[in-house]
């Protein structure tokens, strides 16, 4: 699982991705763990997803490029990485952490991008902050640390942070975690058999039934219980002096059931889906085909570490100067969700009418380039006017 070659420890090996969250190791918190990971990995996969496009100048106009940064973002930022799994774990890293560090090992034609494990990061505020002891591994648990210091020239670092919403969500994980314990044990205490064993007066000697020999009461408890528990239909051979009582009996007494549990549970993925701003019907995989989830998902839960992503790489891969020039990385979100292209006919109809090409929709269909002419002709309204004038004749 690529999650648990992501995170190491202080002592620099490599721990699963659940052990981050329970940090301490407190399983009592294994429950709101599993959501936060669930939530997590719903944002992650949805980025590692999309294409990274670079625009690159090209004679007196930005044009966009699919050169060496473009393979670098999408295919390969390092050698034994593809892009794919580097977007992925940059993400993980980033929202399990709140910080994440990317290195760059600027080549002759390419940078090789790397994510750190552990860094020291320094604590310069009106200057950039420098990184040292940067350690980097591969998926096969090769571990290197790296001697050089890293600057904002050849390194991206990233980091959230929302101590209000960190402080709640802990004292909430916290919370729900003493609640969950007290009910599991409350449902064990609740539903486990007890009996009680009563006999008039004083202590009457016991005979065994079937040796007829004298037994003392603990045998005769043993006796007794293992016929009541046993998974076999059994027959309890009892003295008449003897009355033995179920406590568990519904009449007297109220099971308790899972409910309980499976409400509180319910909460805490609730709660966890909330402070990701992930709709429910997203978290829980029940969305339904007129549910708007999918783009509040985009909108509320995504779209704010797209932003910030790109931020980074067009600070430290484009630079101040080409961006001012118009050149720039960007992550298109066109890709997120499946667009079948019988169910899209209706759609590619109006973009053709609103100027789109048919190699530009073909890119947003993810269908290969039409070398032809015609096929990157813009026409407008719903007369299919040719946009350099005049209207064409319609097939």
Request: aromatic letters at 10%; charged letters at 30%; hydrophobic letters at 35%.
């Amino acid at each position: 699982m690529v999650l648990d070659k992501i995170f190491k420890n202080e002592k620099n090996e490599f721990i699963s991705f659940l052990d981050v969250l329970l940090k301490d190791n407190v399983k009592e918190n294994y429950i709101y763990a599993l959501a936060e990971a669930h939530a997590i990995d719903l944002i992650a996969k949805t980025i590692s997803k999309c294409e990274i496009q670079t625009f690159e100048m090209n004679g007196k106009k930005v044009e966009e490029k699919r050169g060496d940064l473009y393979w670098t973002l999408n295919l390969q930022p390092n050698y034994n990485e593809n892009g794919t799994a580097f977007l992925y774990k940059l993400v993980t890293k980033l929202l399990t952490e709140k910080t994440a560090l990317i290195v760059i090992n600027k080549k002759a034609k390419t940078n090789l991008l790397y994510i750190a494990d552990t860094y020291e990061a320094s604590n310069d505020i009106l200057y950039g902050k420098t990184f040292k002891n940067v350690y980097i591994s591969d998926e096969e648990g090769n571990s290197l640390k790296l001697e050089k210091t890293y600057n904002q020239n050849n390194a991206i670092y990233y980091s959230l942070s929302n101590n209000d919403l960190t402080s709640a969500s802990e004292t909430f994980k916290n919370n729900t975690a003493k609640i969950l314990k007290a009910l599991e044990k409350n449902f064990i205490r609740a539903n486990t058999a007890k009996w009680r064993l009563k006999n008039p007066g004083g202590q009457p000697t016991i005979m065994d039934f079937e040796t007829k020999k004298i037994i003392d009461y603990k045998d005769y408890k043993n006796k007794i219980t293992e016929g009541l528990f046993s998974d076999e239909e059994a027959v309890v051979l009892l003295s008449q002096v003897f009355d033995l009582e179920d406590l568990n009996d519904s009449s007297k007494r109220n099971n308790k059931t899972a409910e309980d549990y499976e409400s509180v549970v319910r909460k805490i993925g609730d709660e966890v889906a909330n402070k990701w701003d992930i709709p429910l019907d997203i978290f829980y995989g029940s969305k339904t085909e007129k549910s708007t989830g999918t783009n509040d998902f985009i909108t509320f839960a995504v779209d704010p570490y797209f932003e910030l992503i790109e931020d980074g790489l067009n600070i430290s891969l484009v630079g101040k100067e080409s961006f001012i020039k118009g050149e720039y990385i960007q992550i298109n979100r066109c890709h997120i969700t499946h667009k079948d292209i019988l169910e899209s006919a209706s759609g590619i109809d109006k973009l053709t009418a609103n100027g789109f090409s048919r190699n530009e929709t073909n890119k947003l269909l993810r269908l290969p380039k039409i070398d032809e002419d015609w096929a990157d002709k813009h026409y407008i309204t719903k007369n299919y006017g040719n946009v350099e004038g005049g209207a064409e004749e319609n097939g």
